[in-house]
């Protein structure tokens, strides 16, 4: 009995997350076979880990395997995926300075109005995983800083800088984008 | 803070992540600086617009099943060892003494075919607790028997029957691939009211029939039966006697 009823009490905390675990998995794997394997991957290292949990917030914790999950997922099939993390830090704190593409003149944010979901989807799917998974953890899953460090394991302020990031190649993919619409419509 | 703190701060501003000093310090700029103003705008606006146009990818309804067989598996086949249960053992061994007398030979066999369907009705509820917990019980969404039956051709080497049963009172809200015994299955799902019924359809040769027909557990109630080479299972929270008018209408014939 003592296996069923683990198996159960780890069904009953870790189902409920099943949505959060697959939209996440999904995000960062980019097709929905992968996905599924990457989130069943998860669900059994967190059954096998279960003992270990702390209690605390649970989702997070299940959050952060299923990121581990993935990230091997994708070392395994598809390493040129995975860009250096420490690469994508340096270029973000060095070489091109956050001021201005955040500065936003009129015209501009006009243009940023016309973005509608589609355009919006594939540029989030079109940035780096380091600053994708922390986008989609904020904006879709409502995740505390405090959380996307736990997930992501890095410190609260690298979460702070990566997302200040994210946004900013966000907006610079979609003006360059609705730019380029325009110039080909005439 | 200058106008580069500001812009730096301003997305961890926009979340409401910055602390109480910081947050004061770049208000106190916001009031003297049009340019900033509008910056934080725009953060506001390109998170707004992150939320409500991207994707909330929903877990497919099989994926719960497919991980509870996964976990079932892992677990080894401690399972599979007779007699494990304990709130069985009695009645098992109540059967084998009976047949023992009558065969002496049988009676293995008959107390193996009690634990794999008693195995069997526990897999059949487990499954659907999960869909349950996962909030996801269904891969194809239609009351249409036609779009249904169709969507598991293909996933399955049987052809379950699909009939919409609004007429009897249990709407056919749609179906999904569940797993019952580690084996891919057909789950079809009903509403009664703000009930919700599935019905497992496996192979004939999943269920000997030995275990009572109706039973419940763990506050489902449950009904099997079998028709046309396959096995039906019926579980939902309905009272008893509406699983049975359900049963019902899933046995009568087709008009
Ligand atoms: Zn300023």
Request: proline share 5%.
């Amino acid at each position: 009995m003592t296996d069923d009823s683990r198996t159960r009490r780890f069904e009953r905390l870790a189902l409920p997350h099943l949505d959060a675990a697959y939209n996440l998995a999904r995000w960062l794997m980019r097709n929905d076979h992968d996905a599924e394997d990457a989130v069943q991957d998860a669900y059994l290292r967190a059954f096998n880990y279960f003992g270990s949990f702390q209690g605390g917030n649970f989702r997070a914790w299940m959050l952060m395997i299923v990121r581990r999950c993935c990230y091997d997922g994708l070392a395994r099939n598809r390493p040129t995926e995975l860009v250096s993390v420490e690469d994508i830090d340096a270029l973000a704190a060095g070489a091109e300075p956050l001021s201005d593409a955040s500065r936003v003149d009129d015209p501009e944010r006009a243009l940023l109005r016309r973005a509608d979901a589609a355009l919006v989807n594939e540029l989030i799917a079109e940035l780096p995983p380091p600053f994708r998974e922390v986008l989609v953890l904020r904006e879709l899953h409502d995740c505390a800083y405090r959380e996307i460090a736990e997930i992501a394991a890095i410190p609260v302020g690298t979460v702070m800088s990566r997302l200040a990031r994210a946004r900013k190649l966000l907006q610079r993919g979609m003006k360059r984008r609705l730019k380029k619409d325009d110039g080909n419509g005439l | 803070m200058d106008c580069n703190d500001v812009t730096r701060a301003s997305s961890s501003y926009v979340d409401g992540e910055l602390d109480a000093a910081a947050v004061a310090a770049l208000e106190r700029h916001l009031e003297g600086c049009a340019d900033c103003r509008l910056g934080v705008e725009h953060q506001r606006e390109l998170s707004q617009l992150v939320r409500r146009g991207a994707q909330r990818f929903a877990a497919p309804g099989h994926l719960a099943g497919r991980i509870g067989a996964a976990l079932d598996a892992a677990k080894g086949d401690a399972r599979v060892v007779p007699l494990r249960r304990a709130a069985w053992r009695p009645l098992a061994l109540a059967a084998s003494f009976v047949l023992a007398m009558i065969l002496s030979s049988g009676a293995t066999w008959l107390v193996a075919a009690y634990d794999r369907q008693d195995r069997l009705t526990q897999e059949v509820v487990s499954s659907h607790v999960r869909a349950l917990l996962s909030n996801r019980m269904i891969d194809i969404a239609s009351s249409d028997q036609h779009t249904v039956k169709p969507w598991f051709s293909g996933k399955l080497d049987l052809a379950p029957p699909v009939r919409d049963l609004t007429t009897a009172g249990f709407p056919l809200v749609g179906g999904r691939l569940d797993y019952v015994g580690q084996r891919p299955v057909a789950a079809l799902v009903y509403r009664h009211n703000q009930h919700v019924i599935d019905l497992f359809i496996l192979p004939g040769d999943a269920a000997p029939g030995v275990a009572p027909p109706a039973t419940s557990r763990q506050g489902y109630a449950l009904r099997r039966w079998r028709d046309g080479g396959m096995t039906f299972w019926a579980i939902s929270d309905l009272a008893p006697e509406d699983l049975d008018k359900f049963e019902l209408a899933v046995r009568a014939p087709a008009n």
